[in-house]
Nanobody
Framework: QVQLVESGGGSVQAGGSLRLSCAASGDTDSTYCMGWFRQAPGEEREGVAAFIGDGYTEYADSVKGRFTISKDAAKATLWLQMNNLKPEDTAMYYC?????????????????WGQGTQVTVSS
């Protein structure tokens, strides 16, 4: 079992920045794959960024060049630095983890989810 706790969400104006954090505890073998998903009201869940193993990363096209995912394995912490935020980035952001992720930005591969942290970007 893995427990994930997100923090760092909030409200910003367009063009601003936020940094999300995710603290993992429990079975760290199940944190080989970690990532961030988001879901806006009425929308499907969307994979935002993933961090695999020692440093392979993937990003959704919509956030490339603006978001950066990073991980401190020793501290079992995952971050998402979000710059140049846009109103369309408004969503609940979830930290995810699992031992295997065939397609890192596909939510069905992840069994462990945090409670989420809200990000709201105003124009």
């Amino acid at each position: 079992q893995v427990q994930l706790v997100e923090s760092g969400g909030g409200s910003v104006q367009a063009g601003g920045s936020l940094r999300l954090s995710c603290a993992a505890s429990g079975d760290t073998d199940s944190t080989y794959c970690m990532g961030w998903f988001r879901q806006a009201p009425g929308e499907e869940r969307e994979g935002v960024a993933a961090f695999i193993g020692d440093g392979y990363t993937e990003y959704a096209d919509s956030v490339k060049g603006r978001f950066t995912i990073s991980k401190d394995a020793a501290k079992a912490t995952l971050w998402l630095q979000m710059n140049n935020l846009k109103p369309e980035d408004t969503a609940m952001y979830y930290c995810v983890a699992d031992a295997y992720c065939g397609s890192p930005l596909t939510y069905t591969y992840y069994n462990y989810w945090g409670q989420g942290t809200q990000v709201t970007v105003s124009s």
